[in-house]
């Protein structure tokens, strides 16, 4: 597992750059100024080629042609076949908590263009969580998921719909964390809207991280600031992905049990693990998982932060405990 976080940072990476990427923010930091351009144009490439590969909200993106193909095999790039591959290890990790198979139940919830043009709720328009989104939705339909790595074909069952993204932006932010580092042979940090990978030599003290409900949110935002050095840091929230849809009030965790966004007792959990990829798995599960998500994260054994609807934090695995108001900047 990558290292644990720990409450203090002893001094921040010396240059960074955010960019509008995959329907949110990116955030790129390197520890040598210098080679903060460089680290940026790796990221960025990285960003495409996920985004043509595996982005359910552009017509021409590969998992697209995958779908809508669906019962037959498919041949397909070696990046697509590694995603895919990466959320079907995904769900087996997570016991089916996080699922690779649910675009039918999220374009039925509503999500079926970018979030940015979703109708975003508001105080006075919030109705009651969904029901039951899709009463046909085939449970664990992952596993009937076919890879052939040595032909370079996927089958994905018919009436499914592959959506990557559980673990398609943690795993760019991996691929490009690691990229940035190697061309730029300094420490880099790649944060895709939260999802948080990390390459190279940190700097000194770690590399510091504000967890908070919303990765848009400041420094000074309640939460807690955390430093690692290694790996990646990942949080997921029902609070700041949520839209109306027939005057229900939705969010994209969707619990594959109900086929409905998920009721957790849970509104935010961040997660500390060797790669974005395991922290933003972990995270989702948690989630989803509910009262159970506790003693499952300290059974696999990763560091991690659970927040209640009430505001009040649960640590475990070694997270190091902290206030939920972080300093206040200046």
Known sequence: MGSPPRP???????????FEALGGVATVATTVAGELDA??????????AI?????????????????????EPVTVSPLLLDAIAVAIRAAHASDGSV????????????YDRDFQELERPSPTALGPPAPRILQLYRTEAWRLIELDREAATVLVPRGVRLDLGATAKALAA???????????TCGVLVSLSGDIATGGEPPTGGWSIHVSDDHRAPAFAPGQTVAINSGGLATSSST??????????????????????????WRTVSVSAASCVDANTASTAALVLGRRAQPWL????????????DGE???????PSGDEAAPQAG
């Open 99 to 110: 699922d690779p198979t649910l675009g039918a139940v999220l374009i039925a919830a509503g």
């Open 51 to 71: 985004d043509v590969t595996a982005s359910r909200f552009r017509a021409d993106s590969e998992i697209e042609r995958l779908n809508a193909r669906a019962g």
């Open 174 to 184: 991996d691929r490009a964390a690691a990229a940035a580092a190697s061309r730029c």
């Open 313 to 319: 934090a649960v640590i475990v695995g070694g997270w």
């Open 240 to 265: 700041a992905r949520r839209w109306l849809h027939d005057g229900h009030n939705m969010h994209h965790i969707i619990d594959p049990r109900s086929a409905s966004p998920a009721r957790s007792i």
């Open 8 to 18: 203090l940072p002893l001094s921040p990476a010396p240059a960074s750059l955010s």
């Open 298 to 309: 300290e059974r696999i054994g990763l560091p991690a932060r659970l927040v209640g609807h």
């Open 39 to 48: 680290a940026v144009a790796v990221v960025k490439a990285e960003v495409r």
